[in-house]
Each structure stands twice: as C-alpha cells, then as structure tokens.
C-alpha cells in the first residue's frame, strides 16, 4: 500500500524558510511523478511543483526563483524548499505521487506565513 507522509510545515514570518518533506512508504523509482500541490482557505487546490521520473521539473508561476523541488530515491522523499516566503503561501501542502496512472496523495501538512 502505497502512503505518502509529509512533514516540515508550520508558522514562519515573512522573508523566511522552510524545507518540506514528504516520505514514500514504497521506492520513489516506482513513480512517474511526484510534486507538491497547495490549497489555501476558499481556493481551489494548485499545483506548486511537480518532478518527473526523468528529473523533468515544473513551478508554478507564483513560487519560481523562490521554491525548489527535489527528491532523494535513496531516501524515498521528495522536498520542497521555500525561500523568500510570502503571507500568500500560507496554505495546507500535500505531496502527491502518480503511478500507472494513479494518483496518491499525503495528507496534508499546514505552511503559516505571518506578515
């Protein structure tokens, strides 16, 4: 059973950093993809980064030069590193992986960003 666990998320000030990590209970080799997607209060859920099997990687407009996504097979976990952080990152993040055409989807951890 494939399970997807992040952690890493919680209050930062504006300006500053946090690393997320998301942890594969199965070898990463197995997904053709992996990535992050956020979802703030009232708005729909939005991709944020997305890395392919072949280290393809993909931002969304609103975190390039700021977020870098990353994955480590060795460890099975993906990361996201924020920097520059900003009140309109503040969302809940789940790590998602898609394999053979299915999607799995962690549950989610809370990124606060105070002004």
């Known amino acids: 059973q494939v399970q997807l666990v992040e952690s890493g998320g919680g209050l930062v000030q504006a300006g500053g950093s946090l690393r997320l990590s998301c942890a594969a209970s199965v070898s990463t080799f197995m997904f053709d993809a992996m990535g992050w997607y956020r979802q703030a209060p009232g708005k729909q859920r939005e991709l944020v980064a997305r890395?392919?099997?072949?280290?393809?990687?993909s931002y969304a407009d609103s975190v390039k030069d700021r977020f870098t996504i990353s994955r480590d097979n060795t460890k099975n976990t993906v990361y996201l590193q924020g920097n520059s952080l900003k009140p309109e990152d503040t969302a809940v993040y789940y790590c998602t992986a898609r394999a053979a055409y299915r999607d799995y989807w962690g549950q989610g951890t809370q990124v606060t960003v105070s002004s």
């Open positions: 890395i392919t099997s072949g280290s393809t990687i």
